[in-house]
């Protein structure tokens, strides 16, 4: 199959399951905006914006490089698994110790256990996200399409099944953390790529950089849509509300 063939390919399979994901996403939505308060909608925003924000500052992230550096050897990529790794620890490590801070700035005293479960996404996230780019350079783009299907899927039912069964926040956060470890399960089951017990930085200083540079533009970009969203999350929660009346409203429509 030729390179032009793969891209074409590999697009029309992002198209369906960007449309997938689109619809999946509202579907569960209007059945958690029934089950769920909406302070609990806000709590788990407030959380992702503060573990995002500090993985802006902890957290390079190497999915850029490892897809525009090809020539890249199975040393390289290896050292780049164990740097990703290693800063991945630290970023769980810092959100964990100061999400009672969040808390405390927030006047949510639940916000410190919702950032501890969900940032168990950080600590597995690394296991599986370099055999996940390399298939993303290779443009296997069909097989990621079944695995971002069949992650999101489960996600959302274990969601939907922990808000029936009277978890609230929780069933939120389950919905990502499921997601998030069927991707990993599946992507690993997938991909044949084991890293090596390399650590030759020397070797991937220019992969580094790269990402670097490209981290500084997605950060801020960061700051622009979430920072101040954040903050008014803490002073307006009657927003939540009507977000949610207008859910329910469609529903009744529907």
């Given at each position: ?9 590999g ?14 996403s509202?579907?569960?939505n ?21 573990i ?9 992230g ?9 020539e ?18 630290f ?10 801070y ?8 639940r916000l ?83 890293a ?26 960061f700051?622009?849509?979430n ?8 002073i ?19």
């Amino acid at each position: 199959m030729s390179l032009k063939h793969k891209a074409v390919r590999g697009g029309f399979y992002l198209v369906l399951v960007n449309i997938f994901s689109q619809s999946l996403s509202i579907a569960v939505n209007i059945v958690l905006a029934r089950l769920l308060m909406p302070a609990d909608f806000g709590l788990v925003a407030l959380s992702a914006t503060y573990i995002g924000l500090i993985t802006v500052f902890t957290n390079i992230g190497f999915g850029s490089t490892i897809i525009h550096h090809q020539e890249a050897t199975h040393r390289q990529i290896s050292t780049i698994y164990w740097i990703n790794f290693l800063l991945s620890v630290f970023t769980f490590s810092v959100v964990t110790a100061t999400a009672s801070y969040a808390a405390h700035f927030y006047g949510e005293e639940r916000l410190t256990q919702v950032v501890w479960v969900s940032s168990l996404n950080i600590l597995l996230t690394p296991f599986f996200i370099t055999h996940y780019k390399i298939k993303e350079r290779d443009l296997e783009f069909g097989l990621l399409s079944r695995i971002t299907v069949i992650s999101s899927t489960t996600g959302a039912i274990s969601g939907v099944i922990a808000a029936f069964a009277g978890l609230g926040v929780y069933a939120l956060v389950l919905q990502s953390l499921m997601t998030t470890l069927v991707r990993f399960i599946l992507t690993l089951a997938a991909t044949p790529w084991k890293a090596l017990w390399v650590f030759d930085f020397t070797s991937v200083k220019r992969m580094v950089w790269y990402s670097v540079k490209f981290k500084i533009s997605q950060s801020a970009l960061f700051f622009e849509r979430n920072i101040e969203p954040a903050h008014k999350l803490k002073i307006d929660q009657n927003k939540l509300q009507n977000c949610r009346s207008n859910i329910l409203n469609l529903v009744n429509v529907l």
